[in-house]
């Protein structure tokens, strides 16, 4: 937490690539996040559930009962419609998005530069399109709005926004899927839980979500500079060295969280750190609570998750966490305890 809120003393400039605005410093990052603030408006978050619900029950909805995989089948699916429907990007595009998907997922675990790079561009070249597209007819979707910012006294340029529409979906999508998996394998897995997550209200779930993800964190780390030899927990650390915020282990800190293994949404909330904190904390926190809050709800709705006997989840490997795949069945409940 101190270098996540020592900006001055642990740079964020990590990366030779444009990020905007994880990748900038100071007044610059300053400027980028006010900029972008209206994106993310509670009011028009709130707006867009009425659409994430109907996508929720049409996908939960035609699933039925037979077995499914929570990552992939539930998981990355809804994250690209849910993203579709936030940035106002057509649905025949969802077959490219899933298949970009795996192939950043593959790509992060992989660890190799050139698959990485070929992953990056395949997504540049979607946004291009979809940028050119709006150009030749504007739009008022969110896409169109973005393009027509203004920043550093000029019209923002089309590598600044492909550079923003990258860090809203491009790690956030296979993100959303996998905190999807964490959170259909913990309802699955506390069928004690379950009538009292089904009758909890929007806040209360939001708080038990948050609990889940802190519990098995699939969002691992970033990465700061130290700007000037330091020294962090006893450690020195040289100018120019790389530190890595390892946010599960953060999230299971014994000297702050007194049974980091326990599920206790109210009294560990204050210190989760699944969002991050400090200049950086993620803005997407809103839309992505609402995401999975509204999907966990369509899912509960449709029946209790249950693992399924010699199919057991697969664990992602490191750098990644979460499930690679998670399969499931939705067992039909009583009426009254679907709410
Ligand atoms: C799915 C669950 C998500 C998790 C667990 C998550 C987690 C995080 C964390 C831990 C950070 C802090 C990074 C740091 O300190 O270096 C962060 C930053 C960020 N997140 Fe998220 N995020 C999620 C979803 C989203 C969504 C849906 C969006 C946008 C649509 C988003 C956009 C961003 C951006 C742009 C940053 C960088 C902010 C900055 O550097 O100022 N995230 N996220």
């Given at each position: 937490m101190n270098i996540a809120n020592s900006p001055d003393l642990f740079s964020?400039?990590?990366?030779r690539h444009l990020q905007i605005p994880n990748g900038l410093d100071g007044e610059r990052h300053a400027e980028a996040r006010r900029m972008l603030a209206p994106f993310f408006h509670p009011p028009a978050l709130g707006a867009l559930e009425p659409t994430l619900a109907r996508i929720a029950a049409d996908l939960v909805g035609g699933l039925g009962e037979d077995p499914f995989d929570a990552?992939?089948?539930l998981g990355v699916v809804f994250a690209v419609r849910a993203a579709s429907a936030w940035l106002g990007?057509?649905?025949?595009?969802e077959p490219e998005l899933i298949a970009w998907v795996a192939e950043h997922r593959a790509a992060g675990c992989s660890r190799h530069p050139e698959q990485i790079a070929r992953s990056a561009a395949g997504f540049e070249g979607l946004v291009r399109m979809l940028i050119d597209e709006r150009r030749g007819r504007p739009s008022c979707d969110l896409t169109g709005l973005l393009m027509t910012l203004r920043w550093k006294g000029r019209r923002i340029t089309d590598e600044e926004v492909v550079s923003i529409l990258r860090n809203w979906t491009g790690g956030d999508l296979s993100s959303l899927a996998l905190c999807v998996g964490v959170a259909v394998h913990w309802v699955a897995t506390n069928p004690d839980h379950f009538g009292h997550l089904v009758a909890s209200d929007d806040a209360a779930l939001d708080r038990a979500v948050d609990e889940m993800l802190r519990l098995d964190d699939p969002f691992v780390s970033n990465r700061r500079i130290a700007v000037s030899d330091t020294v962090v927990a006893g450690c020195p650390v040289g100018a120019g060295e790389e530190i890595v915020l390892d946010w599960r282990a953060a999230n299971r800190d014994g000297g702050v969280f007194?049974?980091?293994?326990?599920?206790d949404p109210d009294g560990h909330g204050p210190d989760n750190l699944v969002y991050g904190v400090?200049?950086?904390?993620?803005?997407g926190r809103g839309l992505a609570t609402r995401q999975l809050r509204i999907l966990l709800r369509a899912v509960m709705t449709a029946g209790r998750p249950e693992l399924i006997a010699g199919h057991p989840p697969v664990r992602e490997q490191p750098p990644s966490a979460g499930f690679r795949s998670l399969p499931v069945r939705l067992a039909p409940q009583p009426t009254a305890l679907r709410g």
């Open positions: 964020n400039a990590v990366s990552v992939e089948d990007w057509r649905d025949d595009l007194a049974d980091p293994g326990s599920f400090g200049p950086h904390v993620c803005p």
